[in-house]
């Protein structure tokens, strides 16, 4: 008796899987998106191209400034990343520790350089600027008092606003850029055993 009761209301409930749905009703709103607050919507060749797969923008829209202020951040420091590589393969600052006998190939400088102490001086450094500078400018994009990557440094920016904006897609694509090419000249240095052109 117990079997059929169960099996009966297991069969009910089945059965509603296969009932018509009730008919969605749409609500158009006007939505506005990341891409039409922030630059960077836009291609290498200047076309349209809004490229987040994984829709976090939409998902998350409290942390985009935090997102973009990463994003801007870890472009700069990729294409300091990028000349720093190739330049230290054919100069290097005054003193033995840094020397091409000391160091020959650029890929080994970290952890030659971590052991001699050096690296713990540059770490020092980065954490000062972060505790001095990008928390408040981070609580300051979060209040919508800063733009995110916004220093307030525009001795080199041109004075028209068309021009600023040109020139902040072109950090963030140069930014993008340098992000694959750092990990390609890590690659290659290490697979290859040569510096620049690291071939």
């Not at 006007?30 to 797969?53: I, L, T």
Request: aromatic share 12%.
């Amino acid at each position: 008796m117990m079997k059929t009761a169960l099996a009966l209301a297991a069969l009910a409930l089945g059965a509603d899987a296969f009932a018509p749905a009730a008919p969605a009703t749409r609500v158009a709103t006007a939505v506005n998106s990341v891409w039409d607050d922030y630059a960077g919507g836009v291609d290498f060749r200047g076309k349209k191209f809004e490229y987040d797969p994984l829709n976090l923008a939409a998902s998350y829209p409290p942390l985009v400034p935090w997102m973009r202020e990463c994003e801007i951040r870890q472009g700069r420091t990729a294409m300091l990343a990028v000349i720093g590589f190739i330049t230290t393969d054919f100069v290097r600052i005054p003193g033995d520790m840094y020397s091409f006998e000391a160091i020959p190939r650029t890929i080994d400088a970290h952890d030659a350089l971590l052991k001699s102490g050096p690296m713990y001086q540059l770490a020092l450094w980065i954490g000062l600027w972060d505790l001095v500078v990008t928390t408040s400018a981070m609580q300051a994009t979060g209040n919508g008092e800063r733009e995110p990557g916004d220093y307030g440094w525009y001795w080199f920016a041109p004075k028209d606003e068309a021009a600023l904006e040109k020139k902040k897609v072109a950090e963030l694509l140069n930014g993008r850029l340098a992000m694959i090419a750092v990990g390609g000249i890590a690659t290659q240095s290490i697979v290859t055993g040569h510096g620049f052109p690291y071939i």
